[in-house]
């Protein structure tokens, strides 16, 4: 299959690249970015010197139209919204990793992300590509919305709580630190060395995008519209996002029990690692991979569940995800290009 990138020039590009390096099935095809059009990608990242020679180029939709089987989008929010609808109408898959077509509602991405929406049409025609909730839909799609990385790590967290009924909605509160490449590779004061070394803090709380985006999901589960509290951090270290999920139970249960529900509920995901019991992950373990770790524990002197979930933000937080996507779509193993073992320490 013939694959372009567009959005190539950033750090979730970068990584569609390097993933699509090692996939079978895959030729990367073109790579495009408007803003650095004209330059060799070894000028952007040369640690890619001898593995990639390509020159990132101006977004032409006829041209691309003839060449591409399939596109890879990771361009900022607000610049899919106007480009993907021009080609799914000329037939080509396409998946976004931005933010453009994640909220089925409108006036909810205008409200959050402070940006025109898509229209409605391709809203609707868009499959949230959540892959292990999503998995039957995903195989149709022609154009997918790949989560955000946030929501990855805490929807995969929740789901099979919400599913079996064991914990209110109403009650989950979500505590997530990332790591400063979620940020993207733009210059910004708020991420520059001095500002995030030996520091963190909280950001835009009460006001993340993904909330919405979390929220929707948890409706689309569970039948209930509720609230969430989710505050973010910013930690200094590169890469992974930790989401440690509280929520009330609705009944008493043990540690045993939960687990073995989160273990059948996954037994056929092959990126979704339910840790054993009183073992808890870390961000270190799954980096560069499109892992998701999870473990569990039951307060049972409160009657909470606490879920700790881990992912890469680049990888299944992004652009493993969508690859995984890909897959899916096209009829591979799901696996294919993604079964990289997490680099550790």
Not at 109 to 130: I, S
Not at 208 to 216: G, K, S, V, W, Y
Not at 305 to 326: E, H, P, R, W
Request: with cysteine; glycine share 6%; net charge negative.
């Amino acid at each position: 299959m013939e694959v372009g990138i567009i959005g190539a020039n950033g750090y979730s590009g970068v990584e569609l690249i390097r993933l699509l390096q090692h996939h079978p099935h895959v030729t990367l095809k073109k790579i495009f970015s408007n803003s650095t059009s004209g330059k060799n990608i070894l000028e952007l990242y040369p640690h890619l010197t001898e593995l990639v020679d390509m020159t990132l180029e101006q977004v032409n939709i006829d041209e691309i139209a003839s060449e591409i089987d399939l596109l890879l989008f990771a361009t900022p929010a607000g610049v899919t919204k106007d480009l993907v609808p021009s080609f799914i109408e000329k037939g080509i898959i396409c998946i976004d990793v931005s933010g453009d077509f994640r909220l089925k509602n409108p006036e909810d991405y205008e409200q959050w992300y402070k940006k025109a929406p898509a229209k409605k049409e391709f809203l609707q025609e868009a499959v949230y590509g959540l892959t292990e909730f999503n998995r039957n839909k995903i195989k149709n799609a022609k154009l997918i919305a790949n989560p955000g990385c946030f929501p990855t790590a805490t929807l995969l967290g929740l789901i099979p709580a919400l599913q079996h009924k064991v914990i209110h909605p109403s009650s989950i509160h979500i505590d997530a630190k990332t790591g400063v490449s979620g940020a993207g590779r733009n210059a910004n004061l708020a991420n520059m060395f001095t500002e995030v070394n030996e520091n963190i803090k909280a950001y835009k709380v009460g006001q993340h995008q993904h909330i919405p985006e979390i929220e929707q999901l948890i409706h689309e589960i569970s039948g209930e519209k509720v609230p969430i509290s989710f505050i973010t951090h910013l930690v200094p270290m590169n890469r992974g996002i930790m989401s440690t999920i509280y929520c009330d139970l609705t009944e008493k249960s043990t540690t045993e029990e939960i687990y073995h529900i989160y273990k059948e509920s996954y037994k056929n995901d092959p990126f979704i690692r339910i840790r054993p019991i009183g073992q808890f992950p870390t961000t270190k373990e799954v980096f560069g991979s499109n892992y998701c770790d999870i473990s569990l524990y039951v307060d049972e002197r409160t009657n909470k569940l606490i879920i700790i979930s881990v992912i890469d933000n680049l990888v299944k937080g992004a652009s493993g995800q969508a690859i995984q996507n890909m897959n899916i779509i096209v009829g591979w193993e799901e696996t294919a290009g993604l079964t990289n073992v997490p680099l550790y320490p």
